[in-house]
T-cell receptor
Framework: GEDVEQSLFLSVREGDSSVINCTYT??????LYWYKQEPGAGLQLLTY?????DMKQDQRLTVLLNKKDKHLSLRIADTQTGDSAIYFC???????????FGTGTQLKVEL | NAGVTQTPKFRVLKTGQSMTLLCAQD?????MYWYRQDPGMGLRLIHY???????AKGEVPDGYNVSRLKKQNFLLGLESAAPSQTSVYFC???????????FGSGTRLTVV
C-alpha cells in the first residue's frame, strides 16, 4: 500500500526557520501537497508542488521535492506563533482521485 | 459561501447505537470523502465518492456505510457503534479529485 511518513513533533523558536519533512511511496503522483490544520479546525491546503519541479517558493514557504529519494519538505521562514499547527503532507493515490495523508507534524513555536 | 458543512459537531454514543453523519457541500464538487483522524495516525480514508450515486471503499471501511443520493450530500453511517470508532471525522470535497480539497470542520464522536 501507499505510505506517507512524517515525524510527529517539531519545536522551534519564533523567528527561526522550520523544516518539516515527509517521505512518500507512490512515485506516479502528479502533485504533492502540504495541508495545515489549526486547533479544532479542518485541514486547509497550504501549498502544492508539481512533480516535475524541484522547488516552489510562496512568500515564507519553500517546498523542496527530491523525486529520487521520494522526499518532500516544507520550509517556513521567520516562523511565527500563528504558524503553530499540524502540517500534513499528502500524496494522490489510486489513480489520483484520492489523497493519502501523512501522520502529521505538530509544529510548536516558542517565544 | 458555506463550503463544506458537517453535522453534528459533537456526539456521544453508547456501544451498539447507530447514527448518521451528514456532509453537505455547496460548491458543485463531484468528489467527496470521509476521513477519520486519530492521534499519531494522521487522516485515514474511510469511503469516498466520485460522483452522485457512486461510492467506493477507502483504507478503513469496516463498520461504516455511505450513501451519495444527491450530489451535494455525502452521508456516513455507523450501524452498530464500537469504542474503536471514537475519533474525529472529517468530510472533504473536491472539484476534480486532485487540487483543492475543501474540508469541513469535523465531527468529534465518542463511543462509550
Amino acid at each position: 500500500g501507499e505510505d506517507v511518513e512524517q515525524s510527529l513533533f517539531l519545536s522551534v523558536r519564533e523567528g527561526d526557520s522550520s523544516v518539516i519533512n515527509c517521505t512518500y511511496t507512490d512515485s506516479s503522483s502528479t502533485y504533492l501537497y502540504w495541508y495545515k490544520q489549526e486547533p479544532g479546525a479542518g485541514l486547509q491546503l497550504l501549498t502544492y508542488i508539481f512533480s516535475n519541479m524541484d522547488m516552489k517558493q510562496d512568500q515564507r514557504l519553500t517546498v523542496l521535492l527530491n523525486k529520487k529519494d521520494k522526499h518532500l519538505s516544507l520550509r517556513i521562514a521567520d516562523t511565527q506563533t500563528g504558524d503553530s499547527a499540524i502540517y500534513f503532507c499528502a500524496d494522490p493515490t489510486g489513480g489520483g482521485n484520492k489523497l493519502t495523508f501523512g501522520t502529521g507534524t505538530q509544529l510548536k513555536v516558542e517565544l | 459561501n458555506a463550503g463544506v458543512t458537517q453535522t453534528p459537531k459533537f456526539r456521544v454514543l453508547k456501544t451498539g447505537q447507530s447514527m448518521t453523519l451528514l456532509c453537505a457541500q455547496d460548491m458543485n464538487h463531484e468528489y467527496m470523502y470521509w476521513y477519520r483522524q486519530d492521534p499519531g495516525m494522521g487522516l485515514r480514508l474511510i469511503h469516498y465518492s466520485v460522483g452522485e450515486g457512486t461510492t467506493a471503499k477507502g483504507e478503513v471501511p469496516d463498520g461504516y456505510n455511505v450513501s451519495r443520493l444527491k450530489k451535494q450530500n455525502f452521508l456516513l453511517g455507523l450501524e452498530s457503534a464500537a469504542p474503536s470508532q471514537t475519533s474525529v471525522y472529517f468530510c472533504a470535497s473536491s472539484y476534480d479529485g486532485i487540487l483543492g480539497y475543501t474540508f469541513g470542520s469535523g465531527t468529534r464522536l465518542t463511543v462509550v
